[in-house]
Structure formats: C-alpha cells, structure tokens
C-alpha cells in the first residue's frame, strides 16, 4: 500500500516535480499550504527553491513554521530539499541574514568568489556562483543535480551524511538527525539516482 506523504506547499516553487518524483517511487501525495494538515502528518517532504528573505522570515515564525517544527519534534520522517534543507538550520547569511528554523545547528554560507576552481591550478576556471549540474556525492560517487548560490556548514559533523566538493568548498549534500533528512541537491532532477533516493525516504524514512 503507498505511504502517504505530505508535499508542503509554502510558496517557495518547485511543487510538480517534486510531486511526480514521488508519485514515481509509489508515494501517495497529499500537497497542503495548510498547517494544520502538515502538522497531523506522518511524513513530511519540503521542498524550496529561492532564497532566505522575508518570505522565510513570515514561514519560520508562523504557522508553517511551528508545523514543521512539530512533525520533526514527535519523530516523523521529515525530508527538506534545497532551501527546504537549508532553512533546517540557525541561519543564513543570505540578503543580510534570516533565521531559520533552527531544528540543526548550523548556518548557511555563500559559495567564495573570484578563487580558482582548482587550487592547484591558479590560472585555470573560476568558481561560479551558483553551483550548477551534476556533482558527485561521497562516499557513494553517486552523481546529482545542484543548484545553489549558499551551503549549509553545520555545527556538528555527525549531522551530515553526504558531502560534494565545488572548487575549494566541500560542503554537506546530504544531512541526516535521527528523523531529519536533507539533501542540497533536487532528487527530482537527478534521474535514477534521485528517484532511489527518494524511495528509501518513502519505504523507510532512510537514505
């Protein structure tokens, strides 16, 4: 029988794909704006595309915020991709700085500019910002698609469970606590890999 998953949607894009992704690893989907919905829900997946701004700001200190909170709290699978996984954690340094949900220690940290892509090779391609395409993950090698301008640098290293390297940055792709899984690339552009990804979240709350 499908396990059904809560796709929330708050106003930061990137619904159907996510949505037929997960209809794809046999999900059955509920997408809700309703925080009453998402706080009663057994599984939550959140997606986001976009930046910390004011937008966060109102769904970290709403009603939103609080069902999330409270779905994480009381044990659920819960899964936040791209923004959804950065806003896990204290803060961002984006436009100025915004709170996150504060769920993981941590905050998020734009990508350096103008440094060489390969430090040993100086005169070579620059890193440009965002980070886009595939990369791989370790320790698996696994190839998934990126799109982001800021990573997560958590507070504690037992949080992450995947890392990627961009230029002179390696960064968390995945992260997981207890419940809580993250993932900075979009599985729902990833292709197969992806979509494996996405079913050991919906057959297990695991990755």
């Known amino acids: 029988m499908p396990r059904e998953v809560t796709l929330v949607d708050a106003n930061l894009g990137n619904l159907d794909s996510v949505r037929r992704a997960l209809i794809q690893v046999h999900a059955s989907v509920v997408v809700s704006s309703d925080p009453n919905t998402v706080a009663t829900s057994r599984m939550v997946v959140f997606p986001g595309q976009g930046a910390f701004s004011k937008t966060?700001?109102?769904?970290?200190?709403?009603?939103?915020?609080?069902?999330?909170?409270?779905?994480?709290?009381?044990?659920?699978?819960?899964?936040?991709?791209?923004?959804?996984?950065?806003?896990?954690?204290?803060?961002?340094?984006?436009?100025?700085?915004?709170?996150?949900?504060?769920?993981?220690?941590?905050?998020?940290?734009?990508?350096?500019?103008?440094?060489?892509?390969?430090?040993?090779?100086?005169?070579?391609?620059?890193?440009?910002?965002?980070?886009?395409?595939?990369?791989?993950?370790?320790?698996?090698?696994?190839h998934y698609y990126f799109s982001h301008s800021y990573y997560a640098e958590p507070a504690r290293s037992e949080d992450v469970m995947w890392t990627t390297r961009y230029g002179i940055v390696e960064f968390p792709s995945a992260i997981r606590r207890n419940?809580?899984?993250?993932?900075?690339?979009?599985?729902?552009?990833?292709?197969?890999?992806?979509?494996?990804?996405?079913?050991?979240?919906?057959?297990?709350?695991r990755s």
């Open 56 to 142: 966060t700001d109102e769904l970290v200190d709403g009603a939103m915020g609080a069902a999330l909170r409270m779905v994480i709290e009381r044990g659920d699978p819960f899964l936040g991709i791209c923004l959804g996984m950065q806003l896990l954690f204290d803060s961002s340094e984006e436009n100025g700085g915004h709170p996150g949900l504060e769920v993981l220690p941590g905050t998020c940290k734009r990508f350096p500019e103008n440094v060489p892509l390969k430090p040993t090779e100086p005169d070579g391609r620059m890193m440009k910002i965002p980070h886009v395409g595939w990369n791989s993950v370790a320790p698996s090698n696994e």
């Open 179 to 205: 419940n809580i899984f993250g993932c900075q690339f979009h599985p729902e552009k990833s292709q197969r890999a992806g979509l494996r990804f996405l079913r050991s979240f919906v057959l297990g709350g």
